[in-house]
């Protein structure tokens, strides 16, 4: 939030009651009373070139991996394993943010998000989600869009 305060972008965040054994963003996406498609979840990945690259896709469905790796400009991606999220991310599983990691990875947020005027994501703790113009988010972080998701 402080990092959106001092582009001077703005945003409303909502939080809601953490239930540790359900951590999904559709769960989430529930607790809020949002639609889980204006929801998007933060993944990082990496690749074979792309050491480490960040997806977010709506909270309900997959990322497809061939598609993240192609918008990436690499061949293969995986999903990078939960122990080591911390360390390279800044963030543990449930409150990763797409604004404020590490260091700055590449962005790729699916296509959708242009399908709404405001989408949820995660302020970078548990409980916690921002609700944010995906333009602004997407010039600000200079992520690009793509099409992301397993059909």
Same mark, same amino acid.
């Given at each position: 939030?402080?990092?959106?305060?001092?582009?001077?972008?703005?945003?409303?965040?909502?939080?809601?009651?953490?239930?540790?054994?359900?951590?999904?963003?559709?769960?989430?996406?529930?607790?809020?009373?949002?639609?889980?498609?204006?929801?998007?979840?933060?993944?990082?990945?990496?690749?074979?070139?792309?050491?480490?690259?960040?997806?977010?896709?709506?909270?309900?469905?997959?990322?497809?991996?061939?598609?993240?790796?192609?918008?990436?400009?690499?061949? +293969?991606?995986? *999903? &990078?394993?939960?122990?080591?999220?911390?360390? /390279? %991310?800044?963030?543990?599983?449930?409150?990763?943010?797409? #604004?404020?990691?590490?260091?700055?990875?590449?962005?790729?947020?699916?296509?959708?998000?242009?399908?709404?005027?405001?989408?949820?994501?995660?302020?970078?703790? +548990?409980?916690? *989600? &921002?609700?944010?113009?995906?333009?602004?988010? /997407? %010039?600000?972080?200079?992520?690009?869009?793509?099409?992301? #998701?397993?059909?």
């Amino acid at each position: 939030m402080r990092l959106l305060d001092a582009a001077g972008i703005a945003y409303e965040a909502k939080s809601y009651p953490v239930d540790l054994s359900d951590l999904s963003a559709v769960h989430a996406a529930q607790m809020l009373g949002i639609d889980v498609d204006r929801l998007f979840k933060t993944l990082v990945l990496q690749g074979e070139k792309v050491k480490y690259f960040v997806c977010c896709i709506p909270g309900a469905l997959e990322v497809d991996l061939k598609k993240a790796a192609r918008a990436a400009g690499d061949k +293969r991606a995986e *999903m &990078l394993p939960m122990k080591e999220l911390p360390a /390279v %991310a800044g963030y543990v599983r449930g409150a990763c943010s797409p #604004i404020g990691m590490k260091k700055n990875y590449p962005l790729f947020i699916d296509e959708t998000c242009a399908c709404y005027d405001r989408i949820a994501i995660s302020a970078g703790v +548990r409980g916690t *989600m &921002l609700l944010v113009d995906p333009a602004a988010l /997407v %010039a600000y972080t200079g992520a690009v869009t793509a099409d992301l #998701i397993r059909l």
